[in-house]
């Protein structure tokens, strides 16, 4: 396989942050290779695209080149990664459903893996690796906050999405050591525009509709556009061997909740999920799944994350690579409008 020469590879270019980073890269004037799988919608991206300038979206759209990659394919991995200078690792699965588990604790740290390994043999200048917030350590006083130093113990906190990310994580350091050059992004819970029916911009589309319950957790939230800051940052100023937390706001459920439900212009959740009402909903959708076989609105997992207040330092982000966060609320409130003209009420 031969592709022509191409400065930037962004891995999951139909993600919510591989769009928005694609865009940011092709409005600096740069030459943008991204992977998608062969199933993939490109529209996705042409949807993200449009928030900045709907006139515009075609046009940046025919600069990409579009390569249908296996990522678990050390292969295909190694022909993608041909002539790139900086690399972008955004792709990743993401699943809470149990029957998921072994498949996601295998595939994210492999195909991080593979890329590691294609970027050392080609020479790669440079390796953003964008994690999560999930792969980091856990405090047992949930009033202080988790720092890019917050040690990671294995413990039932951990989801297998956290433990998948965690063995991503790893296989970056395990480069560094080889000698690649690389920093690492660890964003919270991302709120942008895109598809409302993939990853975390599925709370725009259930708040379309008003919605009795919240829940007594809390999240680490960020603007999809401070992520794709940083990892310009990062590049820029080459950053090595650093992981950032990338999360603008620590914000309770209910106040997000809310904030989506004025936006919309419905009341506000007043129901609060308890534990046992938390326990009954994931029971009754795992059977719900498995007769329709469709995913789950809630699990085990989901139903256990949403009683959780962990809470995220962003110093280092702010001081290092110099991230103003967007106010998450004033973001989510710019992004309905986005969402009701695309997708309606």
Known sequence: MKYFRAMNLVTG?????????????????????ATKRANSNITDTELAFSFYA?????????????????????????????????????????????QDAHRLRTINPLITANLVNAALANGVNYFAHVSSVAALGRVKDQSQKITEKTLWKDSD????????????????????????????????????????????????????????????????????????????????????????????QNLPYRELFNALAKAYGHTPPQKASNTFILNFLWRTEYIRSLIFGTDPLVTKETARTATNNWKYDNTKAQEILGISFHDVINSVAEF??????????
């Not at 309905?336 to 009420?345: D, L, M, Q």
Request: aromatic share 12%; proline share 4%.
């Open 336 to 345: 309905v409008p986005y969402y009701r003209e695309r997708f309606g009420n």
């Open 13 to 33: 270019g139909t993600g919510l942050v591989g769009s928005h980073l694609i865009y940011a890269l092709l409005k600096r004037g740069e030459k943008v290779r």
């Open 157 to 248: 906190e951990n989801s297998n999405y956290a433990i998948s990310k965690y063995g991503a994580e790893l296989e970056v350091w395990r480069g560094i050591e080889e000698g690649l050059i690389a920093g690492i992004v660890n964003p919270g819970i991302i709120v942008g525009p895109g598809n409302w029916n993939h990853s975390s911009n599925k709370f725009f589309k259930r708040f379309s509709k008003p919605f009795k319950y919240y829940s007594d957790g809390a999240g680490g939230f960020v603007d999809v556009r401070d992520v794709t800051q940083a990892l310009l940052t990062l590049t820029d100023k080459q950053i090595h061997a650093e992981r950032f937390i990338l999360v603008g």
């Open 54 to 98: 709907k006139e515009t979206a075609a046009t940046f759209m025919a600069q990409i080149e579009w390569v249908d990659a296996d990522l678990e394919n050390p292969i295909d991995v190694d022909a993608v990664c041909a002539g790139i200078t900086t690399i972008y690792h955004c792709a990743a699965q993401v699943s809470f459903r149990p």
